[in-house]
């Protein structure tokens, strides 16, 4: 076996935009809000110009092109430098918006791989798998989809306009979330397209964009949660503004919550919750309605001297609000039942108490207020009282496992049932065969009585993996969400593994397809990328490891889904 050198990958050798010219940057930069920036501030190798060149790309649309999809999970932001372009505030039909259907492997092809499988180790064929944008016609940069009449298309009293200068996808880019809203080319429309990272260095070296991206962050970020949550929708488009204008965004802990996590999660478990910030606290008389905008927040009440978990609050639940009910119809002010505390970062809308009493609750019919009020955790709790069973007991000991290992992250998580598994190991078999011999799991891992949690990536809900990538190698794929790395662009800088949470991302050593193993020709030191689990996104089944169990032992399933994973713990 003979050794294969080669230059070590580095952050910008595969640019966002390869056509980015001297010419194409200088133009960008006389543009705002480049040209208000101080690039002193920049490091010098990091430089504004740098990041322009390397990060950011420039898209020509016309009239009708989609750029955004609502629903898309979103790795770039745009900046309007030449037309414009219209959001639409209403979800479009799906039939307009051109989702493609993931490709998958033929036959022929799944039984070739069972024969040409190599003996070797992580041999890669530097493919791009994520899609970054849709791209617009006669562009290479992804398929064309467009709307054919616009003005029919789109309600022009349901339409933002979004002019030269303007930025927009900055929300979903930078949360790591899916896109809010479709945006439509309207005319020719000339963009600047920036990736998440190339824009996070931005932010954080120019403090005026940094400021501008916050304000937009806040504001729509605010108008579409509050338009989103199910008990608003009652309320007229006035006293939905009121509510708006009323409101305050508040984020707590860290963005880059993993290295908190590494500390806290040290501690014993008893000592672990005081680590966390305070969101409300129990006992306080409470001030605003709260609701959850990203992340997870952990709800406790007093236990003798320590805290009991109840539940973990995620995107799109109310805190609050039994409280604020019973004060408005008692005429009493109430405190609040319980505490609530940030399990990582976490984005809140908070909407005074006065705000709620006068314009909310008056205009929400008493079925509507039922539903929200029936609410396990709204209820009045006895904490002191036992379990009733041991199926109350194991729910209680789930609900505290999950959120201590902060498991309630994952969107895939793979749980194995050890009554059944009879570690035959046809599972990781199984995965070796989809990815050229090189299993991307571990069938080891936390466990709580009959169930074990796979060291396997779960596709986070907030995956901190994607934070610290220099080259965007490790993000979502737009139409399924799930997290990939692209070979082609992972440097091998192990930020990714190190940040993920849960090990999930293992560096490794990689070969060429003679099973040689490519060393740097510099330092002669082994080349490494990032693997891990993709979920088998080219299969034609899905999950090989899940679909190769022969006694049922094993699944993928959202922690969040409540019944799913009641329906998993029950059988």
Same mark, same amino acid.
């Given at each position: ?199 996070? $260095? &931005?932010? #954080? ?9 916050? @304000?937009?962050?806040?504001? /729509? =970020? *605010? %108008? ?43 501690? $014993? &478990?008893? #000592? ?9 606290? @129990?006992?306080?008389?409470? /001030? =605003? *309605? %709260? ?281």
């Amino acid at each position: 076996m003979e050794a294969v050198t080669t230059k070590r990958p580095e952050r910008w050798d595969e640019p966002f935009g390869d056509s980015m010219t001297a010419e194409m940057v200088d133009s960008v930069l006389s543009h705002s809000p480049f040209r208000e920036m101080d690039s002193s501030g920049f490091p010098k190798k990091l430089s504004l110009r740098d990041i322009v060149q390397n990060d950011s790309r420039v898209v020509d649309y016309q009239e009708g092109d989609i750029v955004i999809r609502e629903g898309d999970y979103g790795n770039s932001a745009f900046l309007v430098l030449d037309g414009c372009v219209d959001v639409s505030l209403t979800s479009l039909p799906e039939n307009l918006l051109g989702r493609a259907t993931p490709r998958r492997q033929g036959w022929f092809r799944a039984l070739a791989q069972l024969w040409s499988n190599p003996a070797g180790s992580e041999f890669r064929k530097s493919a791009n798998a994520l899609g970054n944008s849709i791209g617009a016609r006669n562009s290479k940069d992804g398929p064309r989809i467009f709307l054919q009449d616009v003005p029919r298309v789109l309600d022009e009293n349901n339409v933002a306009s979004i002019q030269q200068g303007e930025l927009f996808g900055e929300l979903a880019a930078l949360s790591r979330s899916p896109r809010t809203a479709t945006a439509v080319a309207r005319g020719k429309v000339t963009l600047l397209e920036i990736r998440w990272q190339g824009l996070r $260095e &931005i932010i #954080k070296y120019d403090f005026a964009l940094r400021t501008y991206v916050d @304000e937009l962050y806040r504001e /729509n =970020s *605010l %108008l579409v949660h509050l338009r989103e949550t199910p008990f608003l929708n009652e309320l007229s488009e006035e006293d939905l503004q009121t509510v708006a204008d009323s409101a305050i965004f508040e984020s707590y802990g860290e963005f880059d919550w993993h290295n908190h996590f590494r500390k806290i999660n040290q501690k $014993e &478990i008893g #000592k672990r919750i005081d680590q966390e910030p305070i969101i409300a606290r @129990e006992g306080e008389y409470l /001030n =605003s *309605l %709260l609701l959850i905008r990203n992340g997870f927040a952990r709800l406790s009440k007093k236990v003798e001297s320590g805290h009991q978990t109840l539940a973990y609050l995620g995107k799109g639940e109310v805190f609050g609000l039994k409280e604020i009910t019973d004060s408005w119809k008692s005429k009493v002010a109430k405190p609040y039942n319980f505490s609530l505390r940030a399990v990582g970062h976490v984005e809140t809308i908070e909407i005074p108490a006065q705000v709620v009493e006068n314009f909310i609750l008056p205009n929400i019919c008493e079925e509507s207020l039922g539903e929200l009020l029936r609410g396990k955790w709204l209820e009045n709790v006895d904490i002191t009282a036992p379990p009733q069973d041991a199926e109350s007991e194991m729910e209680a000991s789930l609900v505290e496992f999950l959120g201590e290992h902060r498991f309630i992250n994952g969107t895939q998580t793979m749980l194995i049932d050890l009554d059944r598994c009879t570690r035959c190991d046809d599972c990781v078999r199984a995965c070796a065969t989809a990815h050229d011999n090189n299993p991307r799991f571990t069938r080891e891992g936390p466990k709580i009585g009959n169930q074990l949690v796979a060291s396997a990536c779960m596709h986070c809900i907030d995956p901190v993996c994607m934070i610290g990538c220099p080259t965007g190698a490790i993000g979502r794929d737009m139409a399924t969400g799930n997290i990939l790395i692209n070979d082609q662009t992972c440097v091998g800088c192990s930020t990714c593994a190190n940040s993920c949470p849960y090990n999930n991302i293992k560096m490794v050593e990689i070969t060429d397809k003679s099973e040689n193993p490519i060393l740097d020709n510099e330092s002669q030191l082994p080349i490494l990328k990032a693997t891990k689990c993709d979920l088998c996104t080219d299969q034609l089944g899905g999950p090989a490891c899940v679909n190769a169990c022969p006694h049922d032992a094993m699944v993928r399933l959202n922690i969040n889904d409540a019944d799913s994973l009641n329906k998993w713990m029950s059988r």
